[in-house]
């Protein structure tokens, strides 16, 4: 359940953040872009708060997966930031920052 509620979010912000590539940096953004902005950013820090809360449940039992959900964490947090700073952000990197299927080998 928890995968396909994690795929929902990456395929959202997947296809939100397409149209954002080179408009960000931009001084003047029209409040549909603007807008999908808003929403790109929110669903990245839903993801980034699942890595988080993710990376706190193997705190006791698996550190390696918590270091490396905390590692995603931080990789979409520094998109989030670049978003807000209006720079461009590349779609792969949103991706790869989104990707936790590495998680899925780690014991």
């Known amino acids: 359940m928890r995968l396909f509620k994690r ?4 395929v959202a912000a ?3 953040i397409t149209p954002l590539v080179g408009y ?7 409040e549909g872009k603007t807008a999908g ?3 790109t950013i929110s669903k990245l ?4 708060y699942s890595d988080r809360m993710e990376a706190m449940s193997h705190t006791s039992d698996s550190p ?9 964490a931080e990789e979409v947090a520094a998109s989030i ?9 590349d779609s792969k990197d949103v991706q790869q920052a989104t990707d ?8």
């Open 7 to 10: 795929l929902g979010s990456l």
């Open 14 to 16: 997947g296809v939100l």
């Open 24 to 30: 960000a940096g931009q001084t003047t953004v029209s």
């Open 37 to 39: 902005l808003v929403s």
């Open 45 to 48: 820090a839903e993801v980034e």
């Open 64 to 72: 390696t997966l918590d270091h490396y959900y905390d590692t995603k």
């Open 81 to 89: 930031g670049r978003l807000q700073r209006g720079e461009n952000v």
């Open 100 to 107: 936790n299927s590495e998680g899925q080998t780690i014991d």
